[in-house]
């Protein structure tokens, strides 16, 4: 009889509001629910992460001795690397072996060396050759792993993330209560993610700028852009915020901004339109998938177009009447979807 254990390595859960984080605890909690019984669950964590799914399943704690000999090697009859980080590499165990691949953002990055992309190439292409399954979490990271890692056409599927449906709290109150209607976004404040661009939404209107997620230099960018566009009074940016706040925040603003230009998935965008949130996307890499025909879309980042983009999109949102049609596109995305997509999977890989 097949070993019906499987390891799911949730390592990079380390990180709380990260998208690994908000990915792994909600697949994490999804697949407990939708297993049934059919496999011998097991998750690989780091000792420090703040959630361990109720410890519903059997943890192994991430050791940096692991690097050179993992004691589960053989106990498994699959593990399934739920990043192409892996900390634990495919070569450490004796397993069925399935990758999760999020991205290969680098590519699209033109500040990135031609070095800096080829190694990340060559990492991800040993990470596959080892593994029987490959999973991307939208058509356009597959699209992009075909492309530079031709070989994993035959393995590859596509399995798109969930998104939590959040509840804000009976009375609760954000750490910064915004005092007018308010545009939202949320992620690391990094250069791909173009949260420099939004100032200049604010043009001939009332609205604040919210912007929440882990600080970097780049936020001197950020603050720069909203001197220039005259609406440095408008702007807030609150650093990391709690998961109360962040339901808050998509509940209450009044749009959600997300110009960026190298994303695998875009987990903020399902989570306001669960909402019913108008979102304002680039056309890079996967948004332009994720959003579909419901979100309004930015054609280039020049100031008076991006401007425009967000006047009609706002007066077509509130015309329209669109937030049940939104709200009925982000139902395409659930955890439990995903789930079961990923245990037939196991269920196939295993009996392969």
Avoid at 12 to 18: D, E, V
Avoid at 171 to 195: C, D, N, R
Avoid at 297 to 323: K, L
Wanted: charged share 20%; glycine share 4%.
């Amino acid at each position: 009889m097949a070993n019906r254990s499987v390891l799911v390595t949730f390592d990079s859960m380390k990180y709380p509001n990260s998208g690994y984080y908000y990915f792994g605890k909600g697949l994490g909690d999804a697949l407990i629910t939708e297993n049934k019984e059919r496999f011998d669950l097991n998750y690989y964590m780091f000792a420090a992460t703040n959630y361990f799914f109720e410890r519903k399943v059997p943890i192994i704690y991430r050791s940096l001795f692991h690097k050179v000999f993992f004691p589960f090697r053989k106990s498994f009859g699959l593990v399934h690397f739920t990043d192409q980080t892996c900390r634990l590499r495919p070569w450490m165990v004796k397993a069925k072996r399935i990758m999760t691949v999020h991205d290969i953002n680098n590519i699209h990055l033109s500040f990135k060396s031609e070095r800096n992309k080829s190694k990340r190439i060559n990492r991800l292409r040993r990470y596959i050759s080892y593994c029987d399954k490959v999973v991307a979490i939208s058509q356009f990271v597959a699209d992009d792993i075909v492309k530079f890692v031709p070989e994993a056409k035959d393995k590859l599927s596509v399995i798109y993330n969930g998104a939590d449906q959040l509840v804000v709290p009976d009375a609760h109150v954000p750490v910064y209560l915004p005092q007018k209607p308010f545009i939202f976004t949320i992620g690391l404040l990094s250069v791909q993610k173009g949260f420099h661009l939004l100032p200049a939404l604010l043009k001939n209107n009332n609205y604040e700028l919210v912007i929440a997620g882990h600080e970097t230099p780049h936020k001197a960018k950020i603050i720069e852009e909203a001197v220039k566009h005259n609406c440095l009074d408008r702007l807030t940016i609150t650093g990391p915020v709690s998961d109360a706040d962040k339901a808050w925040y998509f509940k209450n603003c009044a749009a959600f901004a997300f110009p960026s230009i190298a994303e695998g998935f875009g987990l903020p965008i399902i989570e306001a339109m669960h909402f019913g949130k108008p979102v304002f996307l680039s056309k890079f890499t996967s948004l332009p998938e994720i959003g579909g025909n419901v979100a309004y879309y930015f054609d280039s980042f020049e100031p008076g177009h991006m401007s425009d983009v967000f006047t009609a999109g706002m007066e077509d949102y509130i015309n329209s009447n669109r937030s049940e049609l939104i709200i009925q596109h982000a139902a395409n995305f659930s955890w439990q979807a995903a789930a079961e997509q990923y245990l037939q999977l196991y269920q196939d890989c295993l009996d392969s």
